[in-house]
T-cell receptor
Framework: GDSVTQMEGPVTLSEEAFLTINCTYT??????LFWYVQYPGEGLQLLLK?????DKGSNKGFEATYRKETTSFHLEKGSVQVSDSAVYFC????????????FGPGTSLSVIP | DTAVSQTPKYLVTQMGNDKSIKCEQN?????MYWYKQDSKKFLKIMFS???????INETVPNRFSPKSPDKAHLNLHINSLELGDSAVYFC??????????????FGEGSRLTVL
């Protein structure tokens, strides 16, 4: 079945460091790909998405590019802030309205001043 | 106004009890979900309803029973609670159209602790 794999955390970075969180997926067909973020004590929020190969999703300084050839959707940010400390989830969904969203295990990020 | 709201936010109860969690969304979405998040933050879908009709029913013990009285509400009732039911339960909603497939709006979660 479809699945999502993420790099294990926790990841600890200093403020203004470069962030990469790796995500790879296994799916039949051509899924849409997502990054969700969960701040402490809150529900998940959609951070960015890409719906087809070579699409780049971006939001709040975060970017991820849909790479069909490597089945990857790595999350990057050039300069992290303390406020970026959260758990990041990579996810995929099929194109049908009834397709469920499958989440990766999440990667915890802590940014220290 | 909170888009997806769940009550209660915290629930502490004894093994064997029955409890319910309620969810309401004011986004006009047709589809609602229940997810379970364990202590390692792993998220697992439990149920999904589209316009009051059950469309996803994962392998969940039948002690868990969802109910959707209308498309804006989705409740979760749990009978005979067990220690392993301790988790954070998230309600979510999404629009029913292919342009926004996979875009979920989550509530803040209901933390259930079974003693």
């Amino acid at each position: 079945g479809d699945s999502v794999t993420q790099m294990e955390g926790p990841v600890t970075l200093s403020e203004e460091a470069f962030l990469t969180i790796n995500c790879t997926y296994t799916a039949t067909g051509y899924p849409s790909l997502f990054w969700y973020v969960q701040y402490p004590g809150e529900g998940l929020q959609l951070l960015l998405k890409a719906t087809k190969a070579d699409d780049k999703g971006s939001n709040k300084g975060f970017e991820a590019t849909y790479r069909k050839e490597t089945t990857s959707f790595h999350l990057e940010k050039g300069s992290v802030q303390v406020s970026d400390s959260a758990v990041y989830f990579c996810a995929l969904s099929g194109v049908a309205s009834y397709d469920k969203v499958i989440f990766g295990p999440g990667t915890s990020l802590s940014v220290i001043p | 106004d909170t888009a997806v709201s769940q009550t209660p936010k915290y629930l502490v109860t004894q093994m064997g009890n029955d409890k319910s969690i309620k969810c309401e969304q004011n986004l006009g979405h047709d589809t609602m979900y229940w997810y379970k998040q364990d202590s390692k933050k792993f998220l697992k879908i439990m149920f999904s309803y589209n316009n009051k009709e059950l469309i996803i029913n994962e392998t969940v013990p039948n002690r868990f029973s969802p109910k959707s009285p209308d498309k804006a509400h989705l409740n979760l009732h749990i009978n005979s609670l067990e220690l392993g039911d301790s988790a954070v339960y998230f309600c979510a909603s999404s629009p029913w159209d292919t342009m926004n497939t996979g875009e979920l709006f989550f509530g803040e979660g209901s933390r259930l602790t079974v003693l």
